[in-house]
């Protein structure tokens, strides 16, 4: 096997690893709206969307690279979470996880010489500097209401409200 074709092989794995966290979020969001939170499930359906684009984006490369895309198959994920704070800690991991990920691909990518997989991964090394900040800062501001369901309230007003339809700006 080629080293490049080493490196769109494990790149073609990454989507498996992008749905997983478009699925995770998704199942997060759910849970959160059945339990009336809107606003963290708007925020989480919004994160959700973004790492289905992170695999549109591969699958892009891949296809911009003349490499057949394998589709490939999802665990079923976890349905629902003990509190928030849990679902979105569950979130952080995950994105902690997807940090790790990408920067072995990108070492990858480097050690064989693959300069367009390198300047592509660019891209995912920045956006999760950016993912991991916006759900620690969320986690912080959970930590901050100490639990109380006038807190979370609070917060989730603020991240969202109205119905999760209309406040995550996904429309028709
Ligand atoms: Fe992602
Ligand atoms: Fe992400």
């Given at each position: 096997?080629?080293?490049?074709?080493?490196?769109?092989?494990a790149l073609n794995e990454q989507l498996s690893r992008e749905y997983i966290a478009h699925f995770l979020y998704r199942a997060i969001a759910m849970d959160l709206y059945?339990?009336?939170y809107d606003g963290f499930a708007a925020w989480m359906e919004t994160h959700a969307s973004e790492e289905y684009g992170?695999?549109?984006?591969?699958?892009?490369?891949?296809?911009?690279?003349?490499?057949?895309?394998?589709?490939p198959e999802l665990p079923k994920p976890k349905e629902s979470w003990d509190s928030v704070r849990d679902a979105v800690a569950a979130?952080?991991?995950h994105e902690q996880k997807l940090t790790a990920d990408i920067h072995k691909l990108h070492k990858l990518a480097e050690d064989t010489g693959d300069l367009a997989t390198v300047s592509m991964l660019d891209w995912f090394v920045?956006?999760?500097?950016?993912?991991?900040?916006?759900?620690?800062?969320?986690?912080?501001?959970?930590?901050?209401?100490?639990n109380s369901d006038i807190g979370l309230m609070v917060l989730d007003a603020q991240l969202g409200g109205g119905t999760s339809e209309a406040s995550s700006g996904a429309g028709e």
């Open positions: 096997m080629s080293l490049e074709t080493t490196m769109h092989n059945e339990k009336g992170h695999a549109e984006r591969i699958i892009t490369y891949l296809k911009d690279k003349n490499v057949r895309v394998v589709l979130a952080l991991a920045a956006e999760q500097v950016e993912e991991e900040h916006i759900v620690t800062r969320l986690l912080k501001r959970i930590d901050l209401t100490r």
